[in-house]
Protein backbone atom coordinates (compact mmCIF):
# COMPACT_ATOMS: atom_id res chain seq x y z
CA UNK A 1 0.00 0.00 0.00
CA UNK A 2 2.92 2.26 0.79
CA UNK A 3 4.36 1.80 -2.34
CA UNK A 4 1.40 2.49 -4.16
CA UNK A 5 0.79 5.94 -2.16
CA UNK A 6 4.61 6.84 -3.03
CA UNK A 7 4.00 6.29 -6.57
CA UNK A 8 0.86 8.07 -6.32
CA UNK A 9 2.85 11.52 -4.89
CA UNK A 10 4.48 11.81 -7.98
CA UNK A 11 8.11 10.46 -6.76
CA UNK A 12 9.53 7.86 -8.79
CA UNK A 13 11.07 4.75 -7.53
CA UNK A 14 14.98 4.31 -6.99
CA UNK A 15 16.91 4.46 -10.48
CA UNK A 16 18.28 1.01 -10.95
CA UNK A 17 21.75 2.36 -12.24
CA UNK A 18 24.22 3.28 -9.73
CA UNK A 19 25.42 6.57 -10.09
CA UNK A 20 24.40 9.67 -11.93
CA UNK A 21 22.85 7.74 -14.67
CA UNK A 22 23.05 7.02 -18.45
CA UNK A 23 25.12 10.14 -20.18
CA UNK A 24 23.41 11.63 -23.61
CA UNK A 25 24.97 9.13 -26.00
CA UNK A 26 23.98 6.26 -23.17
CA UNK A 27 20.24 7.28 -23.42
CA UNK A 28 20.21 7.86 -26.89
CA UNK A 29 22.43 4.36 -27.94
CA UNK A 30 20.01 2.48 -25.57
CA UNK A 31 16.85 3.94 -26.97
CA UNK A 32 18.10 3.36 -31.10
CA UNK A 33 19.06 -0.58 -29.63
CA UNK A 34 15.99 -1.22 -27.81
CA UNK A 35 13.67 -0.01 -30.94
CA UNK A 36 15.80 -1.31 -33.30
CA UNK A 37 15.94 -4.93 -31.96
CA UNK A 38 11.69 -5.36 -31.15
CA UNK A 39 11.37 -3.89 -35.59
CA UNK A 40 13.85 -6.15 -36.48
CA UNK A 41 12.07 -9.28 -34.79
CA UNK A 42 8.80 -7.92 -35.76
CA UNK A 43 9.39 -7.43 -39.68
CA UNK A 44 11.69 -10.56 -39.42
CA UNK A 45 8.46 -13.00 -38.57
CA UNK A 46 5.55 -10.88 -40.31
CA UNK A 47 4.58 -11.65 -43.82
CA UNK A 48 3.97 -8.14 -44.86
CA UNK A 49 7.13 -5.99 -43.50
CA UNK A 50 5.45 -3.84 -41.10
CA UNK A 51 5.62 -3.24 -37.32
CA UNK A 52 3.18 -4.30 -34.42
CA UNK A 53 2.11 -3.81 -30.92
CA UNK A 54 5.10 -4.69 -29.52
CA UNK A 55 6.84 -2.08 -31.80
CA UNK A 56 5.13 0.42 -30.40
CA UNK A 57 5.34 -0.45 -27.03
CA UNK A 58 8.62 -0.66 -27.48
CA UNK A 59 8.63 2.98 -28.58
CA UNK A 60 6.52 3.97 -25.35
CA UNK A 61 9.27 2.35 -23.32
CA UNK A 62 12.28 3.81 -24.43
CA UNK A 63 10.87 7.29 -24.02
CA UNK A 64 9.72 6.45 -20.43
CA UNK A 65 13.30 4.80 -19.73
CA UNK A 66 15.30 7.50 -21.54
CA UNK A 67 13.58 9.94 -18.58
CA UNK A 68 14.08 7.16 -15.43
CA UNK A 69 17.55 6.38 -16.35
CA UNK A 70 19.18 9.05 -17.63
CA UNK A 71 21.41 11.92 -15.67
CA UNK A 72 19.81 15.58 -14.99
CA UNK A 73 20.06 17.29 -18.73
CA UNK A 74 19.44 14.51 -20.58
CA UNK A 75 15.46 14.75 -20.88
CA UNK A 76 15.81 16.61 -24.52
CA UNK A 77 17.65 13.59 -26.05
CA UNK A 78 15.16 11.07 -24.02
CA UNK A 79 12.56 13.09 -26.03
CA UNK A 80 14.17 13.66 -29.06
CA UNK A 81 15.59 10.39 -30.26
CA UNK A 82 12.49 7.19 -30.15
CA UNK A 83 11.32 9.08 -33.19
CA UNK A 84 14.23 9.37 -35.23
CA UNK A 85 15.78 6.10 -34.16
CA UNK A 86 12.49 4.21 -35.20
CA UNK A 87 12.49 6.08 -39.03
CA UNK A 88 16.28 5.19 -39.39
CA UNK A 89 15.77 1.33 -38.10
CA UNK A 90 12.63 1.24 -40.74
CA UNK A 91 14.48 2.63 -43.51
CA UNK A 92 17.75 -0.13 -42.51
CA UNK A 93 15.12 -2.98 -41.92
CA UNK A 94 11.90 -3.03 -44.23
CA UNK A 95 14.92 -3.18 -48.07
CA UNK A 96 16.98 -5.76 -45.91
CA UNK A 97 14.81 -8.24 -43.26
CA UNK A 98 11.68 -6.98 -45.02
CA UNK A 99 12.63 -7.70 -48.30
CA UNK A 100 11.34 -5.21 -50.51
CA UNK A 101 14.38 -4.15 -51.66
CA UNK A 102 15.12 -1.36 -53.15
CA UNK A 103 12.02 -0.69 -55.11
CA UNK A 104 11.00 3.10 -54.27
CA UNK A 105 7.22 2.48 -54.35
CA UNK A 106 7.54 -0.82 -52.13
CA UNK A 107 9.61 1.27 -49.29
CA UNK A 108 7.61 3.81 -49.56
CA UNK A 109 4.77 2.21 -49.04
CA UNK A 110 6.36 -0.06 -45.95
CA UNK A 111 7.67 2.92 -44.34
CA UNK A 112 4.23 4.97 -44.67
CA UNK A 113 2.35 1.42 -43.32
CA UNK A 114 4.86 1.39 -40.55
CA UNK A 115 4.60 5.31 -39.55
CA UNK A 116 0.62 4.78 -39.68
CA UNK A 117 0.24 1.82 -37.43
CA UNK A 118 3.12 3.14 -35.01
CA UNK A 119 1.75 7.05 -34.99
CA UNK A 120 -0.28 6.25 -31.58
CA UNK A 121 2.22 5.03 -29.93
CA UNK A 122 4.49 8.13 -31.13
CA UNK A 123 2.17 10.23 -29.97
CA UNK A 124 1.68 8.96 -26.50
CA UNK A 125 5.69 8.82 -26.30
CA UNK A 126 5.77 12.27 -27.49
CA UNK A 127 3.69 13.77 -24.80
CA UNK A 128 5.58 11.68 -22.04
CA UNK A 129 8.78 12.23 -23.64
CA UNK A 130 8.25 16.21 -24.10
CA UNK A 131 5.88 16.29 -20.88
CA UNK A 132 8.59 15.04 -19.03
CA UNK A 133 11.32 17.56 -20.45
CA UNK A 134 9.39 20.76 -19.49
CA UNK A 135 8.43 19.37 -16.05
CA UNK A 136 12.23 18.59 -15.32
CA UNK A 137 13.39 21.62 -17.24
CA UNK A 138 10.76 23.79 -14.83
CA UNK A 139 12.00 22.33 -11.47
CA UNK A 140 15.95 23.40 -11.98
Known sequence: MSTIASNLSGKMPASPIKGPGLTIPGVALLQSALIFLFAAIEIFFKSDSSTGIFTGLSIVASFIGGLYLGRAGTSYVSAVT???AFIAALILLVPTIGGTGAHVTLLGTALVKSLAS?????????VIGWGGHFARRRNK
Do not use: C, R, S
Open 118 to 126: EAPYLIIGA
Open 82 to 84: PPI
